[in-house]
Structures are given as C-alpha cells and as structure tokens.
C-alpha cells in the first residue's frame, strides 16, 4: 500500500522506445486520490502504451512509475492485486452467465465462497446488473457487458480503477450511466479512476482534471478551466436566452446591447428563436461582471431576458489549441476531426 499522503499513481520521466519511435517520451504525471484522471489523445499518441508500463505489462526504456507505493516493472502481480482494469477490448466466456465469469475472476483472485459470492453480488449491484447475473453474457448488449467489465475489475476491490475506453461504441443512454456509475465509484469506494477516452464531451463532463497526450508527451494538464486558461487565450463564454417571441420583436436592440457591454469580445447571435446568444469575454475573470451587466441591461430594455450562465469552452477546442502550439497542426489536427479521433 501507499505511505500516507503518497499519490496513488506517479511517472517520473517515464518513456517508452520500439527501436527509433518513442511511443511515451519522459512522462511526468502524479494522480490523487479519489479523482477521475482522463487521459486524451490522438491514435498512437502514448496513452495506452502508458497504461500498459503502469500495469507492469510492459517495462518502461527510461524512468520509473509507482502505482500503490510500488514498482510495476518489480512487482507487476502486486499492482495487479491492488488495480482494476477493464481493457478496451473486453471479453467474456459466452456461454458463462454474468455471476459465472465474475466467479471465475473471483477465483483467480483467490476469492472463494461466502466471501467471494459476496464479492460477486456487490459488484452487480454497483453495475446495476443484478437482475442480469444470471444470464448467459453473449446475450448481453455492447453496454452491459462494459458493465461486467467494471464489475469484473471491482472483485477484486481495487484501489485505482484503469479503463481504456470504457464507453466506446454504447449508445447515449448507457454512456450516461457509466459516467455516473464512475462518479459513484469514486464518491462511495475512494477510488482512483484513471480514464482513456476520445469523446471529448465525455472526459469533459466526468473527468476531475484532463491530461492531453501528443506525440509520446503530455502537453496539457490540469482541470477544464485551467487548460481552458492555459489555451484558450483567457477567453471565458457567457450564453444569454430571451423569451423567442419577445426576442424576435427585440432582436434590432438584443445584439448592441450584448457588443456594447465591457469585456464582450464578440457576440454570436441566437440561431433559433429561443436559442441562446454566445458571447465571448476577456479576460474570462470578467463573465461575472458580463452576467450582471446582461442582468441589469435586460431589465432595463425590457428584453425578456429567461436565461444566463457562463459556459466553458469545448474540450474539443482546448484539445485543438493545444495541438496547434505543441506544432502538430498539419496532421494532428486534421485527423482529430470534430472530436478527435484518438485511442
């Protein structure tokens, strides 16, 4: 186990070699306790070849990583012990119901019995797929055998949870849910959660703070706001709703008012009737006092004001911003597309 106060995953100058390509190039990257962590990047950009090194399944070229206090390339069967990890590729023995897959997992653990059927129905419960344990897992949809998966890597009762792409290809529903179950996980267990995905949105809405991985190097790290900062030119957003009917009469009056106000830099106008107005402000410090302007303009003019807050920009922007300065714009980005397309 970890000394007390000791992060629960750190690289120091971690990098991995095949030959001449540096797939991970000196990673530095320490993780707390009780955070989601994503980890964001284009295909090839290191992210999995990271995971594998922390996993002991493959031993770095430079540098050291501690998981739990100790070294996964000396004590791989240890660190297993103490990390769930649900590939992004997961399989199952189909013909095994859900409790019989997790039952031999258990046993590999060297869980048995009471203690291990116990196990086992926690698990279930924690997926939501109680009602579903007995049933046979080919006939379990994309969705719910990710779910089995994160049941499987809790048998155990992990620590840290490492998932590589746990929401790919599930429909908008069951990414809900997973989401949720991970913030659960963490706000009921104390885990660890150490997230690989490219749907930017996602990460966004569920990760604590977002490491962006380009070329075997972490180029951007932090929570939302602070790359959101660090990139984005201190540029904050505020979105302004009016009443469609009212806006509509008002419109003429609606867009000066909004570019007159100090701080706005642009204003972009509602595209529906209903629909909200985006105003750009710098430095972002200023959307609060871009809020009370709107607040009191709008009662002033009449403008049937119904709705106000300060958004953050994209992660799919800030990701772009952060290829673009670490010089990787003439492939990177074109092969982002519209929400990067990593692995």
């Given at each position: 186990?970890?000394?007390i106060?000791?992060?629960p ?7 991995k ?8 190039d ?8 009780g955070e989601i ?5 284009q ?14 399944l ?27 990890y ?9 013909d ?15 869980l048995?019995g009471?203690?291990?059927?116990g196990r ?11 009602h ?17 998966g ?5 048998i ?5 949870l490492?998932l590589?792409?746990?929401t790919?290809?599930i429909d908008p ?5 997973i989401?949720q179950?991970?913030?659960d996980?963490v706000r ?22 977002v490491?962006?991985?380009a ?5 951007g ?13 201190d ?7 009016f ?5 509509t ?5 609606i867009?000066?008012?909004?570019a ?11 595209s529906?009737?209903?629909?909200p ?7 972002a410090s200023a ?20 709705a ?10 800030i ?24 692995a």
């Amino acid at each position: 186990m970890t000394e007390i106060g000791e992060p629960p995953i750190v690289a120091a100058g971690l990098t991995k070699r095949y030959g001449e390509l540096v797939a991970v190039d000196s990673l530095d990257l320490e993780l707390r306790r009780g955070e989601i962590f994503g980890l964001l990047g284009q295909n090839g950009a290191g992210k999995t070849t990271t995971i594998l090194m922390l996993l002991g399944l493959t031993e770095p070229t430079a540098g050291t990583a501690r998981v739990m206090g100790l070294d996964p390339a000396r004590d791989a069967l240890r660190v297993k012990r103490q990390v769930g990890y649900l590939p992004d590729s997961v399989g199952f023995y189909g013909d095994l119901t859900g409790r019989q897959n997790l039952r031999y997992t258990a046993r590999l653990n060297g869980l048995r019995g009471e203690e291990a059927e116990g196990r086992i129905d926690e698990a279930l419960g924690q997926v939501g797929l109680s009602h579903r344990g007995d049933g046979r897992a080919d006939t379990y949809s994309r969705g719910m055998l990710q779910r089995l998966g994160i049941a499987d890597a809790l048998i155990k009762d992990p620590d840290i949870l490492i998932l590589d792409e746990p929401t790919a290809a599930i429909d908008p529903i069951g990414v809900v849910e997973i989401l949720q179950l991970l913030r659960d996980l963490v706000r009921e267990r104390g885990v660890t959660v150490l997230l690989s995905s490219h749907l930017l949105t996602q990460v966004q809405s569920v990760c604590d703070r977002v490491g962006i991985f380009a070329a075997g190097r972490l180029i951007g790290l932090g929570t939302v706001s602070e790359l959101a900062t660090r990139f984005g030119n201190d540029t904050g957003q505020v979105e302004v709703t009016f009443d469609g009917e009212q806006a509509t009469e008002a419109a003429e009056r609606i867009g000066p008012f909004l570019a007159g106000i100090p701080q706005v830099e642009h204003v972009e106008p509602a595209s529906a009737p209903g629909a909200p107005w985006r105003l750009q402000v710098r430095p972002a410090s200023a959307g609060r006092l871009v809020r009370e302007a709107v607040l009191a303009g709008a009662a002033r003019d009449g403008l049937g004001l119904t709705a106000i807050r300060s958004s953050e920009p994209s992660l799919d922007d800030i990701y772009r911003a952060a290829l673009l300065e670490a010089g990787l714009h003439r492939d990177a980005v074109e092969s982002a597309g519209p929400v990067g397309a990593v692995a």
